[in-house]
């Protein structure tokens, strides 16, 4: 597999499973947290880390579950309560209100998933409550000594650390926020292209339908090069009998046949199922001679080639009327006419035929 592809895969798995990833990474800070704490002696926040640790391993699985409201809500509250409790124990200068600014990416990016038109006011109030619970904190304790003194060395490691939680919430964060949107790019742009080729397709057999098949014939029409194309009409010979014989899936079945037989033969043609069971064949560069001997050659191969339906061996032939480009000729409409007609004549007398001239 190429390291491309790994890339790929794994970005999209970090945007499909961004929550979990949350909650993991809030579960791993607050180890961290306690360690440090622990050898500070800080016990009353390594109690309280441990406690936000079982928070956090209880909304890894909720996550896994699927309940991702009060997981969103836990962090909120958690994160909140830690910040306030932390700068009481041990200072302002310890940096434990960093811990605030790394959940506001989580709230406005969880929180567009989670609410939907007037309820995103939700996510603006909820900023509004964090941004007011900090600056209750930088009044209250920025200059008020804290509970617990540090050394200075672990403080600065405290400092450190939630500046780097910050810095990388806010870059982590942006960064699945622009690879969603282009997932979400790609996303949409191939469900164009497959409503597109929807358009301009039959569904059954993978062919030009006549809306995509008729912008073909007009354009080669209407280009200054010089114009050297014929058209086939080709028609499968009593296909409403298949039908009423052996049911509307063997029916399904020869078209898809006889279909693929004739894309495999003319891979430089535009090929249309026009309607039913007929087919029109768009033969660019091809002068009349070139293009009867290369659909007589189509019509034997069709003919020696039966179709087998649940162990019968069916027999099918199609009926062809061919034309050439001519210069009188106003719309494709008015080509596709003409060998739809010799088509019908060849119907008239035999089947399994080709029918070029009037």
Same mark, same amino acid.
């Given at each position: ?8 895969? =794994?970005?999209? +798995? ?19 947290? @306690? ?21 956090? @391993? ?42 605030? +600014? ?22 603006? /109030?909820? /900023?509004? /409550? ?5 600056? *209750? ?23 450190? %650390? ?27 742009? *191939? ?16 062919? =030009? ?45 020869? =078209? ?44 034997? /191969? ?6 087998? %339906? ?11 009327? =061919? ?36």
């Amino acid at each position: 597999m190429k390291s491309r592809e790994i890339i790929g895969k =794994l970005l999209h +798995f970090m945007v499909d499973n961004t929550f979990l990833f949350t909650v993991a990474i809030m579960c791993l800070v607050h180890v961290v947290l @306690l360690m440090i704490t622990w050898y500070a002696g800080v016990f009353p926040l390594t109690l309280f880390n441990i406690l936000s640790v079982i928070i956090y @391993l209880v909304c890894i699985f909720l996550c896994m579950r699927g309940h991702i409201m009060p997981v969103y809500m836990s962090i909120i509250i958690e994160v909140s309560i830690y910040s306030t409790i932390a700068v009481y124990y041990i200072g302002w200068k310890s940096g434990s209100y960093n811990f605030l +600014f790394s959940i506001v990416p989580i709230i406005i990016y969880f929180g567009s998933y989670l609410f939907k038109g007037i309820r995103r006011w939700i996510i603006v /109030l909820t /900023l509004a /409550l964090i941004f007011n619970l900090y600056a *209750l904190l930088y009044i209250r304790y920025s200059n008020v000594n804290p509970v617990f003194e540090m050394p200075g060395t672990v403080r600065n490691i405290m400092m450190i %650390f939630s500046s780097f939680v910050m810095f990388f919430s806010v870059v982590f964060y942006s960064s699945i926020y622009i690879i969603s949107s282009e997932i979400e790019m790609m996303g949409l742009e *191939l469900t164009n292209k497959q409503l597109s080729a929807d358009a301009s397709e039959d569904a059954l057999t993978g062919l =030009l339908n006549r809306r995509g098949f008729i912008p073909r014939v007009e354009a080669l029409m209407q280009s200054e090069k010089p114009k050297h194309f014929c058209v086939a009409f080709c028609d499968i010979d009593n296909f409403k009998l298949i039908n009423d014989t052996y049911g509307h899936d063997c029916g399904d079945e020869v =078209l898809r046949h006889v279909t693929s037989l004739i894309k495999n033969e003319m891979r430089d043609c535009d090929i249309c199922r026009w309607g039913g069971e007929e087919v029109v064949i768009l033969m660019k560069d091809y002068d009349v001679a070139s293009a009867k001997q290369k659909i007589e050659a189509l019509r034997k /191969l069709i003919a020696s080639s039966p179709v087998v %339906f649940f162990n019968k061996r069916i027999s099918v032939t199609i009926t062809i009327g =061919l034309t050439k480009y001519m210069e009188n000729f106003r719309k494709a409409e008015d080509l596709i006419k003409i060998a739809d007609e010799r088509m019908y004549y060849g119907k008239q007398h035999g089947k399994n035929v080709l029918v070029f001239e009037d």
